[in-house]
Each structure stands twice: as C-alpha cells, then as structure tokens.
C-alpha cells in the first residue's frame, strides 16, 4: 500500500509536465507530420502517405536555396558571436573588479529588455541609406555615395550577431568564473606563456560553455522569422520565411508542414552533435 501510494503520488507529480508534453508537442508534432505526408489538390487537402512534398525539396531549386541560405546564415552568425562573445566575457570575468561584474553583465544584457521587433527595425533605421551608418561614412569621407546596407545579408546577420552576443557572453562567463585561478597558476609554473596557457587550459575547460552557447545561437537563429524578414528585405529567403509564404500566400499546408519538419531535422542533428562533443569531452 505505501509503495502504491507513493507510486500514486510520483505520477501526480509528473502528469502535468506529462499532459503539457503531450498536448503541446507530441500531438502538434504527429498532426504536422502527418500533414507534410498529405498533399494538396486545388484547395483541397488529401489526406495520405505521400513523400512528394520532401521530393520538391530537391526539384524546387528555391526550396533547397531557403535550406542552404538558413544554414549559411546561421553558421555565420554562430561563428561571429562566438569570436565576438569570448572576449567580452573574458574582460568582464577577469578584468573587471568583481563589484563590478554584476553591472557589467547588466549592461551586456541590456539589449534582452528591448523588443525583438524595435530592436530589429532600430538595426534597419542605422543601416540604411541615410541612415548613421552612412552618414557618418559619408561625413568623414570614407564614401563618396551611401552603401547598401539595409535588406540585405549583412544586415541580417548583424541583427542577429546583436542579439547572441548576449546570449553567449553569458554562458561564457558562467564557465570563465567557475575556473580556479590555480589553473593558471600551474600552468605559468610549468613554463608556459599567457597563449599556451589559453589554449591549452583555459579554452579546454570553457568549451562545454562554448557548445552550449553555440547551440542554443544555432536552433534560435536557424528558427527565427522576424529578422530575416525586417533586415533582409527578402531578398534571400530563409526556411521560415518560406514557410510563411506557404501557408500566408498559397495556403499549401502540406509544403510548410514538410518544410517545418526538415528543420526540425537540422535542429536535431545540431542537437545530436552538441551532445556527442559535450559526452566524449567528459571522457
């Protein structure tokens, strides 16, 4: 009876964690997949199993493109981020006083109190053709015409690098604080300089924060539709911005579900590779 009740009592402490798992992922999950299965006949949906919607992957080349510049552009910003976020949690762990640091990191997550969408739409007033980017080129004679900045890849990519910075400064500095400056140390007292040092003590030991950060930029980024759309000025389709046009424009549920369900894949696949490095870093 006390095991019955205790049994009792674990699963009525887990059935609500079960019930929102369920409601808002296994079954949204299983009705899309069954719905890139299905095909569209007019305006008419047919329900079936047909793989003829992962098949225009590869036969609409502007697909496959939305596939390959979603990835080009998160791979960048993950790269860029990562070079950016490092030394700014490395000045931030090490070389601000530590009264400091709190405020320091108050002000580096300032950007998180904005609005995605302000934040975004401030990024296209600067780079626009008059906007501070240019005028201030302009002004100091750099330029002699206004660049095109604004709807663009570079302009996409800097909404984004804006953003995660952020995100992986913080993950950084939680691993950069964690480290004992005995490490340091040792390694100063076995010969070796501030760059051996990094590389082969430090930067080993914050990787797991690296990778988690990475990650997190990687299924954020290679998801994301408002960016994309405000700064690129569709001029380069991403996988969610085409999904969009599938359901907004041409009502071809079945395309969008499929297309949603290969970006899950990636995803997964990111996720897969993440958690294999952070496994056999621990060996």
């Not at 053709?129 to 750099?142: D, F, P, S, Y």
């Not at 490490?183 to 501030?194: C, E, I, K, V």
Request: aromatic share 12%.
């Amino acid at each position: 009876m006390i095991a019955t009740g205790q049994r009792a009592k674990g699963w009525g402490f887990v059935a609500p964690a079960l019930i929102w798992t369920l409601a808002f992922f296994i079954v949204p999950f299983i009705v899309m997949g069954a719905m890139s299965l299905a095909t569209l006949d007019g305006r008419n949906l047919i329900w079936g199993v047909s793989f003829d919607n992962y098949a225009s992957l590869a036969e609409r080349r502007f697909l496959w493109r939305a596939i390959v510049v979603s990835l080009e552009i998160t791979v960048t910003v993950t790269v860029v981020s990562v070079l950016l976020a490092y030394p700014l949690a490395w000045i931030i762990a090490f070389n601000v006083p530590a009264r400091w640091q709190r405020l320091a990191l108050l002000l580096a997550i300032l950007p998180f109190w904005t609005s995605y969408v302000v934040r975004s739409y401030a990024w296209l007033l600067v780079l626009a053709r008059e906007g501070v980017v240019n005028q201030t080129l302009m002004t100091i004679g750099l330029i002699a015409e206004p660049l095109t900045l604004a709807n663009t890849r570079f302009a996409t990519v800097t909404g984004f690098v804006h953003f995660f910075v952020m995100l992986l400064t913080l993950t950084i500095y939680a691993n950069l604080v964690q480290l004992s400056p005995n490490y340091r140390r040792a390694a100063q007292d076995l010969g070796a300089n501030a760059f051996q040092t990094f590389r082969h003590v430090i930067l080993p030991l914050t990787l797991p924060g690296i990778v988690t950060g990475a990650f997190l930029t990687f299924v954020l980024c290679i998801g994301d539709y408002v960016t994309p759309q405000i700064l690129g000025g569709n001029t380069e389709l991403t996988v969610p911005q085409v999904i969009m046009v599938q359901l907004g424009r041409r009502a071809d549920f079945p395309l969008a579900a499929a297309l949603a369900i290969v970006l899950m894949g990636i995803v997964t696949l990111a996720y897969l590779a993440a958690a294999r490095w952070l496994r056999l870093d621990r060996l």
